[in-house]
Nanobody, 115 residues
Framework: QVQVVESGGGLVQPGGPLRLSCAASGRIFSIDSRGWYRQGPGKQRELVAPFSSGGSTGYASSVKGRFTISRDNVKNTVYLQMNSLKPEDAAVYYC?????????WGQGTRVTVSS
């Protein structure tokens, strides 16, 4: 089993920054890849930034140049630095950890972008 816990969400003004954290625990060695997703009101969950086991990253076109995914292997934590936030970035952000057998999800952390 793998557990993931997100943190760092909150209210931020348009144009502001926010950093999300995702800590993993349990059978860490079985994790193949990590990633950040988000789900806005009335929308489907979408991939924001994946982090493969080989260390390669990617970004949704809507966040490219503004968001950065990084990780701390010592802390088993993945971060999502979000800059220049827009109202359309408001969503519940989820972190996942994938093994060959299963995807594990956190409970999500809400990001609100409003003045």
């Amino acid at each position: 089993q793998v557990q993931v816990v997100e943190s760092g969400g909150g209210l931020v003004q348009p144009g502001g920054p926010l950093r999300l954290s995702c800590a993993a625990s349990g059978r860490i060695f079985s994790i193949d890849s990590r990633g950040w997703y988000r789900q806005g009101p009335g929308k489907q969950r979408e991939l924001v930034a994946p982090f493969s086991s080989g260390g390669s990253t990617g970004y949704a076109s809507s966040v490219k140049g503004r968001f950065t995914i990084s990780r701390d292997n010592v802390k088993n934590t993945v971060y999502l630095q979000m800059n220049s936030l827009k109202p359309e970035d408001a969503a519940v952000y989820y972190c996942n950890a994938e093994t060959v057998a299963q995807k594990y999800w956190g409970q999500g952390t809400r990001v609100t972008v409003s003045s």
